[in-house]
Nanobody, 119 residues
Framework: QVQLVESGGGLVQAGGSLRLSCAAS????????MRWYCQAPGNQRELVAA???????NYADSVKGRFTISRDNAKKTAYLQMNSLKPEDTAVYFC?????????????WGQGTQVTVSS
């Protein structure tokens, strides 16, 4: 069984920083893209940032210049460094990854971690 476990969420004041981690575990042959999504109450889940296995990245316009996605392939872990946080960044943040096990590819979600930014 493959799992993604997020950590690092919490409560922070506006202007502060948080670093989220997403660790993959289980019998994994390889991980291609890793992504972070956010979902605020009443809203749809939205893509925040993505990174390929080669390190290419893309970001939602709302977080460009403030958030940085990175990964450590040896640790099977992705990170989201969140700086200059705003109250509107408040949401549950989910990790998502494309994982290969044997001949099959799976799209896997983590359970989410809450980020709350106070004004």
């Amino acid at each position: 069984q493959v799992q993604l476990v997020e950590s690092g969420g919490g409560l922070v004041q506006a202007g502060g920083s948080l670093r989220l981690s997403c660790a993959a575990s289980g019998h994994i042959f390889s991980i291609s893209a890793m992504r972070w999504y956010c979902q605020a109450p009443g809203n749809q889940r939205e893509l925040v940032a993505a990174i390929t296995s080669g390190g290419s990245t893309n970001y939602a316009d709302s977080v460009k210049g403030r958030f940085t996605i990175s990964r450590d392939n040896a640790k099977k872990t992705a990170y989201l460094q969140m700086n200059s946080l705003k109250p509107e960044d408040t949401a549950v943040y989910f990790c998502n990854a494309d994982i290969r096990r044997g001949p099959f590819d799976y799209n896997v979600w983590g359970q989410g971690t809450q980020v709350t930014v106070s004004s």
